[in-house]
Structures are given as structure tokens and as C-alpha cells.
């Protein structure tokens, strides 16, 4: 089973951007689908984007033009650049396989605070 380590978050004020970064253990990192989700307070976990093994990458709405998924099979990682955040933003951000079938137990997540 694959396992993620991300990094990278921190407070920033609205409009500027952070890169967030995510390390995975585990031998099948490069033929598994990955995910960027993210979790606000009171509100439940959500896709923010996601990339193929074959480096599709597909994004939700919101986050279309602003956020960009990425992935280093040689390194073991993904990333996601958030330029241009808001303060909706604001959430804690993690890193697992796409597919709940497969999809580790979640790791500490790194947080993104946005102030306006």
C-alpha cells in the first residue's frame, strides 16, 4: 500500500501562491492514478484535482486555471501549484490514490490558510 507525506502549505494572503508537495512510499506510485483532496473545517473532503498515471490530469471547477496537478515518478511525488489563492481555498490539502478501492488511510495533510 502506497503511503503520502505532504508539505508545503502555509498562510498567504489572497491572490499569491503556494506549491504543495507530496512524497509516496510504496512500489505501485507510478501505475496509480493520484489525487489532490482537501478538507475545510465543517465541511466534508473534497477532489481538487487529479492526474492518470499517463499524466492526464483532470481538475474540479473552482480550481480550473488556478491550480496545477503534477507528478515525478522518479521521485515518488506530486505536486499541486495553487496560484491566485482565496481565502475559500482555505483547507487542509492531502495527497492518495484516486480510487477509494485502492486509496490509503489519509496522512496528516499539510494546511493551506488564505487570509483576505
Known amino acids: 500500500q502506497v503511503q503520502f507525506v505532504e508539505s508545503g502549505g502555509g498562510l498567504v494572503q489572497a491572490g499569491r501562491s503556494l506549491r504543495l508537495s507530496c512524497v509516496a512510499s510504496?512500489?505501485?506510485?507510478?501505475?496509480?492514478?493520484l489525487g489532490w483532496f482537501r478538507q475545510a473545517p465543517g465541511k466534508l473532503r473534497e477532489l481538487v484535482a487529479s492526474?492518470?498515471?499517463?499524466?492526464?490530469?483532470v481538475y474540479a471547477d473552482s480550481m480550473k486555471g488556478r491550480f496545477t496537478i503534477s507528478r515525478d515518478n522518479a521521485k515518488n511525488s506530486v505536486y499541486l501549484q495553487m496560484n491566485n489563492l482565496q481565502p475559500e481555498d482555505t483547507a487542509v490539502y492531502y495527497c492518495?490514490?484516486?480510487?477509494?478501492?485502492?486509496?490509503?488511510?489519509w496522512g496528516q495533510g499539510t494546511q493551506v490558510t488564505v487570509s483576505s
Open positions: 492518495n490514490c484516486l480510487s477509494a478501492a485502492i486509496r490509503s488511510s
Open positions: 492526474i492518470s498515471s499517463g499524466g492526464v490530469t
Open positions: 510504496g512500489s505501485t506510485f507510478s501505475i496509480s492514478d
